[in-house]
C-alpha cells in the first residue's frame, strides 16, 4: 500500500479528539494532533498542532452542539490547508456482542453498535453520531470501527460469563472489558521482548487493569460496562449487587417509573461515586492530592480505596497468571502520580514487587523496580492513535 493519511477520530462526552498519520508499509508518522473540547459550552477550544509541537488552529469558538464542534473538524479536514484523509479509524468503546472484530463501517454497522448504548452510554451516542457524519461529510472515504473490546477477545469464557441466568447471557450480558486499544499498546511497545505474565493497570479519569499471558489477554478488570472493575474518578466498580437494589428501591420512593428510576441509578454509579463519592470533592487525583497536603480525610480515605483495591486485583491476577514478570503502570494517573504507584506497590512486597523511590519519582516513561524486585515494574505510556492507524492500514490492505 502507498502512504496515505489516515485520520483517527476519539470522540468523548465533551471532546473530539483527533489526529491524522501518514500511513504505509511499516511507515507510521503523525503529522498533526487536534481537538475541540468543551462541546456544548459557549467558550469551546479548538485546536490544531503539528508533530513539532507548533499550534496551526488555536481558537475558542462557541460549540453548543456536537454537530457544531464535528463541522469545525470536518471543514478544516477539507479546507485543503491539511492533507485530506484516505481512511478514517474510529475509537469504539463498543459494538454489543455481535461487532467483537475491527471492521469497515457501513450505516447497518452503526444502526447494530447504535443498538448496545446501553453498555457504554456516555461514549457510544456521540460515537454513532460522528460515523454517520463521517460518512456524510468524507464521502467515498473508507471508515473503520476500531474497538476497545477487541483486545479482550481472547478472555476465556470462565471470566467472561457471568453468573446469572442465561437468558440475560443471550441478551449479550457477559464480561467485554474496555481500554482494549490502551492494552494493545503496551503489548505493541513492549515487543520483542515481552514478558510472559504481564499486569497494566491503565489508571485514568476510568481505571482498569489487565492480566496478559504471552502477549493475549486472559482477564480484565472492567465487565459489561467500564462501570465495573476498580473504582475510578466516578464510577464505583464492582460492587455488591445489593447496593444496587438497595439504592434503587431508595430512589422508586419518589420515582415511581422503573426507566427514569434506573436512570437515576445510572448516575449514581457511573456519575456521583468513585473517587469523587468517596471524598465528596473532585474525581480528579490532582485535586485529591492537594487535599490531602491540606490534611483533608475524605480525599485521603477515597484515594487509600482506589491504591487497595488496585493492590488487591494485582494480587488476584498474579494468581491467575500463577506468576508476574512485569507490572506496567499507565494512563493518566499511572504515568503522572508518582504516589498512587508508591501506595500500590508498598504491600505488594510478597508478590515480589518492590520499586525504587528515587526511579519512581519521575513522571513518564521509566523503570521505577528496585534492583532487587523479582518483578520488573514500568511506565509506559499508551499509543492508541497508533494502534487505531496500524488496525486501519490492516484492514484496508486485507
Ligand atoms: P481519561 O480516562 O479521561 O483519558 P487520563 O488518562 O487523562 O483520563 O487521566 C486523568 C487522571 O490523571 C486524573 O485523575 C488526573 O488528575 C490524573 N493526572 C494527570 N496528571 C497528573 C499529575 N501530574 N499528577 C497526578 N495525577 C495526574
Partial sequence: MSSLPVLVLNSGSSSIKFSVYEAGGGQRCRLFEGAVDGIGTDLGKFWIRDASGKKLVDETPPL??????????????????????????????????????????????????????DLAPLHTPIAVYIMREALRLFPGIPNFAVLDTYFHRTIPEVATRMPIPTEYVEMGVRRYGYHGISYESIVYQLEPELPEKLIVAHLGNGASISAIRKGRCIDTSMG???????????????????????????????????????????????????????????????????????????????????????????????????????????????????????????GLGALGIVLDPERNNVRGAATISAESSAVTVRVIPPLEDLMIVNHVVRLMSA
Fill in 64 to 117: 453548543p452542539s456536537r454537530s457544531v464542534a464535528f463541522k469545525l473538524v470536518a471543514d478544516a479536514l477539507n479546507s485543503g490547508e491539511f492533507p485530506a484523509p484516505a481512511a478514517i479509524g474510529h475509537r469504539t468503546v463498543c459494538g454489543g456482542p455481535g461487532i467483537q472484530e475491527n471492521q469497515r463501517i457501513t450505516p447497518g454497522i452503526i444502526d447494530e453498535i447504535e443498538s448496545y448504548t
Fill in 224 to 346: 459489561l460496562t467500564p462501570t465495573g472493575g476498580i473504582i475510578s474518578g466516578s464510577r464505583t466498580g464492582d460492587i455488591d449487587p445489593g447496593v444496587l437494589l438497595f439504592i434503587l428501591k431508595q430512589i422508586a420512593r419518589s420515582t415511581p417509573d422503573a426507566t427514569e428510576a434506573a436512570e437515576k441509578l445510572e448516575t449514581v454509579v457511573s456519575k456521583r461515586s468513585g473517587l469523587a463519592g468517596v471524598s465528596e470533592l473532585s474525581n480528579d487525583m490532582r485535586d485529591l492530592r492537594e487535599a490531602i497536603k491540606d490534611g483533608n480525610a475524605k480525599a485521603r480515605l477515597a484515594v487509600d480505596k482506589f491504591c487497595w483495591t488496585i493492590a488487591r486485583w494485582i494480587g488476584s491476577y498474579v494468581a491467575e497468571l500463577n506468576g508476574l514478570d512485569m507490572l506496567v503502570f499507565t494512563g493518566g494517573i499511572g504515568e503522572n502520580d508518582t504516589a498512587s504507584r508508591s501506595e500500590i506497590c508498598a
